[in-house]
């Protein structure tokens, strides 16, 4: 009696977008509003930082055991499009890079915010995860040379890149880059204000540059506000 060869489960699709940045600009909202869409599937975590974490181009194997499969394995055949959120790839030009040579069709989405307003907040989440060990942010962002150089970094730190604060609030010169990647075409920015404002607007507009239809959502919380831990223990 002939064996049958075990069928193999395809592996989910790589995505079609991805919602890059900045940090507390409105991204949390912004992709559980998509990932509440029944055409859009999004990853799981929403931030994944896969691509900020390699150091060069993973191999066919390793991005289908390391990110599809963990990331993308609820994706089924309804879903028009499919995408992730993770914040750091939009300082990480060597991130877009790596995604547009798997996907040369990949679309990005970006959401700013006026960085004096940004940066405190940011620096407050960071520290919300155990990122930052500095309470005080003027400290911290003193401390930027020295964790240039490696030094004085937290010990959860998972990133060193994460704390370097103008790095990160440097978003013209970061959106720029992104035009200059992945092209003014596959690029959508939203401004955090707009966002606050008339976040259906916003994501009606999100959803025609995704190629997905819009399903009636009409109610649009915010989450996750600048949260700190009320003792240190």
């Known amino acids: 009696c002939p064996t049958r060869e075990p069928r193999l489960r395809p592996l989910p699709r790589f995505p079609d977008f991805f ?18 869409n029944p055409q859009i ?3 799981q975590p929403k931030e ?22 963990r990331c993308f394995g ?5 879903h028009r499009a499919v995408g992730e959120g993770s914040v750091s790839y939009l300082y990480l030009p060597s991130a877009i ?13 970006a959401l700013v915010r006026n960085p004096l307003t940004m940066l405190p907040s940011y620096h407050l989440r960071m520290r919300f995860l155990l990122q930052e060990d500095e309470p005080d942010f003027a400290r911290a ?3 930027e040379p020295a964790r240039a150089r490696g030094e004085r970094v937290p010990r959860h730190s998972l990133d060193p890149r994460l704390l370097l ?24 920015i939203v401004v955090f204000d707009d966002l606050a404002a008339d976040p259906l607007a ?14 009636g959502q009409t109610r649009f919380g915010s989450r996750y506000e600048s949260l700190m831990y009320r003792y240190r223990w």
Do not use: M
Request: proline share 4%.
């Open 19 to 36: 919602v890059v940045g900045a940090p507390r600009c409105g991204t949390t909202s912004f992709c559980r509003y998509l990932a509440r």
């Open 41 to 43: 599937c999004f990853s």
């Open 141 to 143: 962002w003193a401390l």
């Open 202 to 215: 916003v994501y009606r507009s999100a959803l025609d540059f995704l190629g997905v239809d819009y399903d």
């Open 74 to 78: 609820h994706c089924t055949d309804g």
């Open 165 to 188: 604060y103008s790095k990160v609030a440097q978003l013209g010169a970061q959106v720029e880059r992104l035009f200059a990647i992945a092209g003014r075409e596959r690029s959508h």
């Open 48 to 69: 994944p930082h896969y691509f900020t974490q390699l150091t060069r181009d993973p191999t066919k194997t390793e991005l289908a055991r390391d990110y599809l499969e």
């Open 97 to 109: 890079e790596r995604i547009r040579r798997i996907n040369p069709d990949a679309r990005f989405v």
